[in-house]
Nanobody, 131 residues
Framework: QVQLVESGGGLVQPGGSLRLSCAASGFSLDNYAIGWFRQAPGKELEGVSCHISSDRSTYYADSVKGRFTISRDGAKNTVFLQMNSLIPEETAVYYC????????????????????????WGQGTQVTVSS
C-alpha cells in the first residue's frame, strides 16, 4: 500500500521532547520534498519544517528554529522530526506530507495547502504538551 504513516506522538510535559516519525511505504522518498505540518484546535494548518534530500535544503518555521530538527533515514525510507523544549501552544495534530521535489522548493513545500494538493498525506499523530 502506498502511504505515509506518522508515529511518535503522545503526551509530554512542557519543556520535554518527542521524536515523530514519518514512514513511507510503496514509494521512495528520494525524489520527494517532505514536510511536517501541524493543526491546533481551532487554528489553521501550519508548516513546521520541510526538507528536500536531492539538494539538502531545509526550512523551519521561525517559531521552531533551534528547537526542532528534521532528518531523514534513507535506508528506512523515513523522515523524523525531533522536537525539543515543547510548549503547550504546540499541542496539535502533526502531519507529514510528500510532494515531488521537481515541482517545488523547500520554502514552497512548507506553505500549507489542501491535503489533496500533495502527492501523499499522512493520517496524523497527536502531540499534547501539558503538565
Amino acid at each position: 500500500q502506498v502511504q505515509l504513516v506518522e508515529s511518535g506522538g503522545g503526551l509530554v510535559q512542557p519543556g520535554g521532547s518527542l521524536r515523530l516519525s514519518c514512514a513511507a511505504s510503496g514509494f521512495s522518498l528520494d525524489n520527494y520534498a517532505i514536510g511536517w505540518f501541524r493543526q491546533a484546535p481551532g487554528k489553521e494548518l501550519e508548516g513546521v519544517s520541510c526538507h528536500i534530500s536531492s539538494d539538502r535544503s531545509t526550512y523551519y518555521a521561525d517559531s521552531v528554529k533551534g528547537r526542532f530538527t528534521i532528518s531523514r533515514d534513507g535506508a528506512k525510507n523515513t523522515v523524523f522530526l525531533q522536537m525539543n523544549s515543547l510548549i503547550p501552544e504546540e499541542t496539535a495534530v502533526y502531519y507529514c506530507a510528500a510532494r515531488r521535489s521537481m515541482v517545488t522548493t523547500v520554502q514552497a513545500m512548507c506553505v500549507p495547502k489542501r491535503p489533496s494538493e500533495y502527492d501523499y498525506w499522512g493520517q496524523g499523530t497527536q502531540v499534547t504538551v501539558s503538565s
